[in-house]
Nanobody
Framework: QVQLVESGGGLVQAGGSLTLSCVAS????????MAWYRQAPWKQRDLVAA???????DYSDSVKGRFTISRDSAKNTVYLQMNSLKPEDGAVYYC?????????????WGQGTQVTVSS
């Protein structure tokens, strides 16, 4: 079982920056991937950015060039540096981790952290 705890959300003005953190704990050896998703009211939860164990990264088109995902494997932590924030970036941001063992995939979610961007 993997537990994920996010932090770093808050209120920021448009054009500002925030950094989200997510710490993973529990009885795992390695995590195949760690990612950030977001969900605005009345909308589906969408992938924002992901980083794989091999270092490969993926971003949604809407945040490319503004957001940066990074991972500290020694600390089991993933970060999301968000710059040039826009009102439409406001959402609950969720951390996700995928563990692979015994030829199976296990996905875990954090509780979410609110990001509000004022115009």
């Amino acid at each position: 079982q993997v537990q994920l705890v996010e932090s770093g959300g808050g209120l920021v003005q448009a054009g500002g920056s925030l950094t989200l953190s997510c710490v993973a704990s529990g009885g795992f050896v390695t995590l195949h991937s760690m990612a950030w998703y977001r969900q605005a009211p009345w909308k589906q939860r969408d992938l924002v950015a992901a980083v794989l164990n091999d270092g490969n990264k993926d971003y949604s088109d809407s945040v490319k060039g503004r957001f940066t995902i990074s991972r500290d494997s020694a600390k089991n932590t993933v970060y999301l540096q968000m710059n040039s924030l826009k009102p439409e970036d406001g959402a609950v941001y969720y951390c996700h981790a995928e563990e692979r063992r015994d030829r199976r995939k296990y996905g875990y979610w954090g509780q979410g952290t609110q990001v509000t961007v004022s115009s």
